[in-house]
């Protein structure tokens, strides 16, 4: 369904270009969940935004080729571009608190991806939009349509977010860190949320985090990133219990363990 | 509720500034009978003439006396003018809000529309320049510009006749041609730092994150700018309206002097030369009242647009 190959991601804001993704290969088929995992600055974030086809094209110039169910996500046209962003490739950010716009209400926000890909009217797009709340198990959906951002926690609005990617029932839901700005009984909340809609809908996930413990409980594949490059790749488990890389020998061992006497 | 707050606050913000104008204008040096009858008149003369005015009675009962003519529109009788005070200003204070009110109006489309010009084409040759000429604009004081305004609009190009003007009870449409050039000087420096305040915030609101979330649904650049943009970059601006506006009708009261337009400046100058106090009085109050209903207007419009002040 996905297929990245050979991702380069260079920047050239500044004076001297910098490269901040090298030779990134990925495939997702429908239906997986794939972890990818990586200290802040390890690039991981870059080649998430650029799946998603939000790197600026300006800035960032991109090598290798991403394609999305047939279409080239890094040259194809931006109206064809478009017509994938959030109908059938979504994504939901780290940041809940700065995600959403704060002066359009939620249950607008979570509509919209419905305005802009199907000729649903209005009434239609707010019964979706409240059954869409419904799943992701916010209570009293009807109130939460009707509030601002503000008036939301953290995780409430995690789940907005999620319920407004989902609306049109995605492919691909790229996940980058989704959890990291909760807290910890909310983080547990809002990964089982995404193993369920991935169970449910059939949802591919790119799960972007640095938590590993998370990624092992969600992720069956995992990719390891560290200073732009791919260290290590291959089933969950398989690098839990036996990592090559020096650099996941080292994340694992720093995970805290509970012992029990 | 937090407006209904806001309206009593309103009024007793108008009653402290009617009681510190009155008070003012009571303890500084300067004397309407001498201003009235000169300095050779007998002091019976003058002594007549106080009682006649109402001067010799105490502070607090003239206050109150005042205060209760006010609460029924009755601002006194004009010392130097002999006519109703009410009437005088009645007649007056159109040409001020009318000039006001479509300075307001220009300041707002000139900066709207050249802030989201300047914020789509942030690079672009015109964008940077009108960034240049922005700067230069925002320095010219209105009374200078309106100088300007009559040289290049009114003596070269024949689009008005300086120091021409007819009064709104005869042609209203030709009183707004006259009323539309002194209200361009006011309004260009105020549209220049208006323009300033939306173009940041229109910048700074396109890194935001929900920016990029509302990309990521789908939106083409000019819907996230119209859709998402707009409305959060307009809120820094809704605060910089309403001291605009005071300062617009401050800036009318000077600027009709350049244009020869008899508005209120000219008899709050002569009102305040003359020791005409209830003139005076009167204009400041009404001004006020005008300020500070443009503040409520411009709370209420806060709390429409940002719903997190609410």
């Known amino acids: 369904m996905l297929h990245v190959e050979d991702l380069n991601i260079e920047f050239h804001d500044h004076i001297i270009p910098e490269t901040v993704v090298y030779d990134f290969d990925l495939d997702i088929e429908s239906g997986e969940i794939v972890g990818l995992v990586g200290e802040s600055g390890s690039g991981k974030s870059m080649s998430a935004l650029a799946i998603a086809g939000l790197l600026n094209r300006h800035d960032a110039r991109k090598k290798g080729s991403i394609v999305f169910e047939g279409i080239d996500i890094l040259n194809c046209p931006r109206e064809i571009l478009r017509s994938v962003q959030g109908d059938k490739i979504s994504m939901i950010f780290q940041e809940p608190m700065t995600s959403l716009n704060p002066v359009k209400k939620i249950g607008w926000q979570v509509e919209e991806a419905l305005r802009i890909h199907t000729d649903m009217n209005k009434e239609e797009r707010k019964q979706k939009a409240l059954e869409m709340l419904k799943e992701v198990e916010l209570d009293d959906p009807e109130r939460i349509y009707r509030s601002y951002p503000h008036q939301l926690s953290g995780g409430m609005r995690q789940r907005v977010m999620i319920a407004a990617a989902m609306i049109n029932s995605p492919k691909l839901l790229i996940a980058d860190e989704p959890t990291t700005a909760l807290d910890v009984t909310v983080q547990a909340q809002i990964v089982s949320l995404l193993k369920r809609i991935n169970k449910e809908k059939g949802t591919a996930i790119l799960f972007i985090s640095h938590d590993l413990s998370l990624v092992r409980q969600l992720c069956k594949r995992v990719i390891v990133m560290k200073s732009g490059y791919i260290v290590d790749s291959g089933e969950t488990e398989e690098i839990f219990s036996n990592p090559k890389h020096e650099y996941t020998k080292n994340l694992i061992s720093s995970i805290p363990q509970v012992k029990l006497d | 509720m937090k407006i209904l707050k806001k309206i009593v606050s309103s009024i007793l913000v108008v009653l402290v500034v009617s009681t510190l104008v009155f008070v003012a204008f009571?303890?500084?040096?300067?004397?309407?009978?001498?201003?009235?009858?000169?300095?050779?008149?007998?002091?019976?003369?003058?002594?007549?003439?106080?009682?006649?005015?109402?001067?010799?009675?105490?502070?607090?009962?003239?206050?109150?006396?005042?205060?209760?003519?006010?609460?029924?529109?009755?601002?006194?009788?004009?010392?130097?003018?002999?006519?109703?005070?009410?009437?005088?200003?009645?007649?007056?204070?159109?040409?001020?809000?009318?000039?006001?009110?479509?300075?307001?109006?220009?300041?707002?489309?000139?900066?709207?529309?050249?802030?989201?010009?300047?914020?789509?084409?942030?690079?672009?040759?015109?964008?940077?320049?009108?960034?240049?000429?922005?700067?230069?604009?925002?320095?010219?004081?209105?009374?200078?510009?309106?100088?300007?305004?009559?040289?290049?609009?009114?003596?070269?190009?024949?689009?008005?006749?300086?120091?021409?003007?007819?009064?709104?009870?005869?042609?209203?449409?030709?009183?707004?041609?006259?009323?539309?050039?002194?209200?361009?000087?006011?309004?260009?420096?105020?549209?220049?730092?208006?323009?300033?305040?939306?173009?940041?915030?229109?910048?700074?609101?396109?890194?935001?994150?929900?920016?990029?979330?509302?990309?990521?649904?789908?939106?083409?650049?000019?819907?996230?700018?119209?859709?998402?943009?707009?409305?959060?970059?307009?809120?820094?601006?809704?605060?910089?309206?309403g001291m605009a506006f005071a300062d617009m009708i401050a800036g009318t009261l000077v600027i009709e002097q350049v244009f020869g337009i008899p508005g209120l400046g000219m008899i709050l100058l002569t009102s305040i030369q003359n020791r005409d106090y209830p003139v005076v009085e009167a204009i400041i109050v009404c001004i006020a009242v005008l300020v500070i209903f443009s503040n409520l207007l411009v709370d209420i419009l806060y709390k429409v647009v940002d719903p997190r002040t609410r």
């Open chain 2, 26 to 241: 009571s303890v500084i040096p300067g004397d309407p009978a001498v201003a009235k009858l000169g300095t050779m008149a007998t002091p019976e003369q003058l002594e007549n003439l106080r009682q006649a005015m109402g001067l010799t009675d105490p502070l607090p009962v003239r206050y109150v006396h005042w205060v209760l003519g006010v609460l029924q529109g009755d601002f006194g009788t004009s010392y130097s003018y002999g006519i109703p005070v009410t009437d005088l200003i009645a007649d007056k204070l159109p040409v001020t809000v009318t000039m006001a009110i479509i300075s307001m109006f220009i300041m707002i489309v000139l900066a709207v529309v050249l802030a989201i010009y300047s914020a789509y084409h942030e690079h672009s040759l015109l964008g940077r320049a009108i960034g240049v000429i922005n700067q230069v604009i925002m320095s010219i004081p209105p009374f200078f510009g309106g100088i300007i305004i009559t040289l290049i609009f009114g003596l070269t190009f024949k689009l008005f006749s300086p120091g021409g003007y007819i009064s709104y009870d005869i042609n209203l449409g030709k009183f707004i041609g006259y009323m539309i050039w002194p209200a361009i000087a006011i309004a260009l420096p105020k549209a220049s730092m208006a323009y300033s305040l939306l173009l940041s915030g229109l910048i700074g609101e396109k890194k935001k994150d929900y920016v990029r979330t509302a990309y990521s649904r789908g939106n083409s650049s000019k819907a996230v700018f119209y859709r998402h943009i707009l409305k959060n970059a307009c809120i820094p601006v809704i605060t910089f309206l």
